[in-house]
Structures are given as C-alpha cells and as structure tokens.
C-alpha cells in the first residue's frame, strides 16, 4: 500500500511526457516551425558570441602588425645594457615584437637624406603593413623610401653611392678646403659607398622618406654606436600599456643613458574603437535575432493552442486544471526550445569556426559554458514567447467550446 502514491506518481509523469511526445509527433510542422525559430536564435546568438571572443584578440594582432604602439628614444643613442633592460621590462609586462632604429645623415648622389640601419628581419616583422616592391635590405644593399626613390630617379637594381656628410668644410689646420677654386662641403663630394637598391618601400607616411641600410652596413660606414629609436609592438591592454609607459619614464629620467618613452595612442584609441563598434553591431544583430525568435515561437505556439482548443475543452470538462494545462503547454514550449538549442549550437559553431578561419585564419575552440548559456536563453525565449499563447489556453471556456463541437 505504501509504494501506491509512488507508482501513481511515477504513471502520471510517464503520461505527462507520453502526451507532449504525441502533441509533437501529431503537430510536427507547428512543432518543427517552432524548433527552427529557436535554432535560428540560437545559432545566431552562438556565432556572434563566439566572434567577439575571437575578435578583439585577433584585432589587436592585426593592429600590431600596423606598427608599434610603444616608442623609446634616447638623444645620445642606446648602449646595449640599456636596450637590453628596456626590453626586459617590456617583455616582463607583455608578450612584445621590437625593432631598433638608428639614424645617420648622409649624402646619396651628392644629395643630402637620412639613412636607417635596421635588422630587416626586426622591422619587418613589427611592420607587416609595409609595402615593400623588391626586397629588404641585405649585406651590399639598400632600400629606399618611395619618396626617395622618386627624387633620386631610382628603381630596383638601380645603384647609388652613399657617403657620410662629416662637415669636411675645414681642414685639419683650420684652412678651408678648395676645390677648383669653390669651397667644397660634404654635399657636393661624390666620393663613398657603392650599393644597390633591392626594394622600395612604399607607406603612405614619414618611412617613405628614409633610406634603410642594415645594421652591420651602416656601421661599417658610420662606426659602430647604439640605436637611437627602439620600437615595440606589446600585447599590453590600453590601461597596462599605460602604466608601462610611465615605469619606463621613471626609469629613463634615472638612468645613465636618459631616455624617454612615448605611447602611440592613435594606435590603442584605434584599436578600442573599432572593436567597440564590432560589440555594438553584434549586440544589435543579436537583440534583433532574439526578437525575431520570440515572434516566431509565439505565433507557433499561438496556432498549436488554437488548434487544441477542443482538446483543452475536453479535458477543463474532466476536471484538468489551468495550472496542469499550462504546465503541458510551457514543457512543450521548454522542450522545443532545448532541440532548438542544441541544435542552433551545433550550427552556430560551424559558421563562427568556418568564419574565423577565412577571415582571421584563426582556429577557434567550442566552448561549452558558452553553448550552454546559449541553449538556456533558447529555452527560456520560448517559455517566455508562450506566456500568451498559455494564458489565453487555461481561460478557455470548456462549455463553449464543446457546445461549438
């Protein structure tokens, strides 16, 4: 006698779930509209979602690769010891690609410019939007600035001779040097470095006017001192970066070698900005999706209740109560809402991951805490979408509609 209430419990739970399977199997094109609307919500919100986990990470690298976000200088120029200790506390702050820059005055078919000596490798990896036409400077070979290149009259595989302008105006006794009668300055010697130009930078911006020599090359003709300018790419977030900056400048202010750092805002506000715009048009597609899933599942399920109305009429006569019909109704509504899910997870991922690889080349992973919330915000829009259609079903008459029958 005591296992009674249990086995009716567990009979009454079995037809419970018996009678929303055969409501789904005899409406299955109000029940499969109903799962695509969710499916729909579903994978949109899991797509966008997993994007914006992708994209501002994928941003900043692509950001980085525009150039540094974080400049050092020295007046006097870098000793090694220096340079070694600003990239310490760089890399200790963050993950950073670096290049050194240093500059030298010289005179290139007698015309007066600036020469860069760089490791290329350095360079060209803190720099990958460069456009470079030709190659990048090796042992024996320059490469000019676009705006260099164009006044000079050069192209690549054209050679030029590039001597240092060393303010020869005076002798070592003191006597001006006379040359056919004319005074004679570094500008106008001839005299220097033969070497070919592999390739032509062409940036848009103040690197198109520089000349760009290897390290080893441009100490060869200049002697050998540290670089003037040290660059940095840091994975350093806006706030961090910041403080970094100013570490660097209290340690600059108290070294040997002063020097001074600058951030590169218009990097980091570029950076902040369009990945803020990206948020918004994903939150609004998402707010948009979402809606359109509530619209949906509630006018689906406002025409299984309209097609169940004898049904409802029928069993409000035995004695079912509003709460036990409204409790069918929201289960059914949950359960499409969980296949809806599930499945709109599925296809979700499979867009995000096919859209980060084309467009990032970036493998994204499935994260389950994230498909779970998602299928959670299927069941509870189609819950949510029912509440009328629900309502309007418990206050059916049973005697209108049995005497409509």
């Known amino acids: 006698m005591a296992d009674r209430p249990h086995t009716a419990g567990a009979g009454n739970r079995a037809m419970f779930w018996k009678m929303i399977l055969f409501a789904g199997v005899r409406r299955r094109g109000q029940a499969a509209m109903a799962v695509l609307c969710a499916t729909l ?37 870098f000793d090694d010891a220096t ?23 010289v ?37 000019m600035g676009r705006d260099v290149a164009d006044g000079l009259g050069v192209k690549v595989g054209s050679s030029v001779t590039i001597g240092m302008r060393d303010g020869d105006e005076d002798t070592d006794s003191g006597e001006e040097q006379l040359r056919n009668g004319r005074r004679s300055t570094s500008i106008l010697d001839t005299d220097g470095v033969r070497m070919r130009v592999v390739g032509i930078v062409d940036t848009g911006g103040a690197e198109d006017s520089f000349v760009y020599m290897s390290d080893s090359d441009l100490g060869s003709l ?35 070698v002063s020097y001074r750092a600058h951030q590169v805002t218009r990097m980091t506000a570029s950076n902040a900005r369009i ?5 918004m048009l994903f939150g609004v597609v998402s707010i948009v999706a979402l809606a359109l899933t509530l619209v949906g599942v509630s006018t689906t399920m406002s025409s299984i209740v309209s097609r169940r109305r004898s049904e409802i009429g029928l069993r409000r006569a035995l004695g079912a109560t509003s709460r036990s019909i409204a409790g069918e109704f929201l289960v059914e509504s949950a359960v499409y809402g969980v296949a809806g899910g599930v499945i709109g997870c599925a296809i979700g991922y499979g867009i995000a991951y096919a859209l980060c690889a084309q467009v990032f080349d970036r493998r994204v992973g499935f994260s389950w805490w994230l498909a779970a919330l998602c299928v959670l915000v299927s069941v509870a829009l189609a819950v949510i979408a029912s509440i009328g259609p629900v309502r309007r079903a418990t206050r059916i008459d049973p005697a209108v509609v049995l005497r409509e029958e």
């Open 107 to 143: 005179r290139i078919n007698s015309a007066p410019y600036t020469l860069a000596g760089i490791d290329a490798q350095d360079v060209h990896a803190l720099n990958r939007h460069w456009n470079v036409d030709g190659d990048w400077p090796s042992a024996g070979n320059v490469m």
């Open 222 to 256: 200049a002697g050998v001192r540290g670089a003037d300018v040290l660059e940095f790419a840091s994975e350093c977030t806006d706030d961090d970066l910041t403080a970094l900056t100013g570490r660097l400048q209290q340690a600059g202010s108290a070294n040997m």
């Open 275 to 279: 990945i803020t715009m990206l948020h």
């Open 83 to 105: 340079v070694a200790s600003v990239t310490r506390t760089v890399e200790q702050a963050a993950p950073a690609k670096h290049a050194s820059y240093r500059y030298e005055s």
């Open 41 to 77: 919500g579903a994978a949109t919100l899991l797509c966008l979602a997993t994007i914006c986990l992708v994209v501002p990470a994928q941003m900043s690298i692509e950001l980085r690769s525009y150039g540094a976000n974080l400049i050092v200088t020295a007046d006097g120029g």
